[in-house]
Nanobody
Framework: QEQLVESGGGLVQAGGSLRLSCAAS????????MGWYRQAPGKQRELVAT???????NYADFAPGRFTISRDNAKSTVALQMNSLKPEDTAVYYC???????????WGQGIQVTVSS
């Protein structure tokens, strides 16, 4: 069964850092584009970053310089390092997997990140 499990969220003060991790199981990890989305209260879910199996990365406009996405194909994990966090980064962060060619898409259950001012 396909599963994405996030970890590493929590409460942090503005200017602090968090590292989110997502462990994938039940999928051929190397065939999937992995990524992170987030959804703040009252807002639509939005892209944070994606990374292909070969390492091609796409960031949302707010991410470069503060957020770094990485993946470990051997361990079937994807991480999001978040630095210089701001209160507006407060959201539920979702791990995402999309097959590079097929329509298969999977989501994690989401993990809360709260940045206090």
């Amino acid at each position: 069964q396909e599963q994405l499990v996030e970890s590493g969220g929590g409460l942090v003060q503005a200017g602090g850092s968090l590292r989110l991790s997502c462990a994938a199981s039940g999928i051929m990890f190397s065939a999937f584009v992995m990524g992170w989305y987030r959804q703040a209260p009252g807002k639509q879910r939005e892209l944070v970053a994606t990374i292909s199996s070969g390492g091609s990365i796409n960031y949302a406009d707010f991410a470069p310089g503060r957020f770094t996405i990485s993946r470990d194909n051997a361990k079937s994990t994807v991480a999001l390092q978040m630095n210089s966090l701001k209160p507006e980064d407060t959201a539920v962060y979702y791990c995402y997997a999309r097959h590079w060619r097929l329509s298969n898409t999977y989501w994690g259950q989401g993990i809360q990140v709260t940045v206090s001012s």
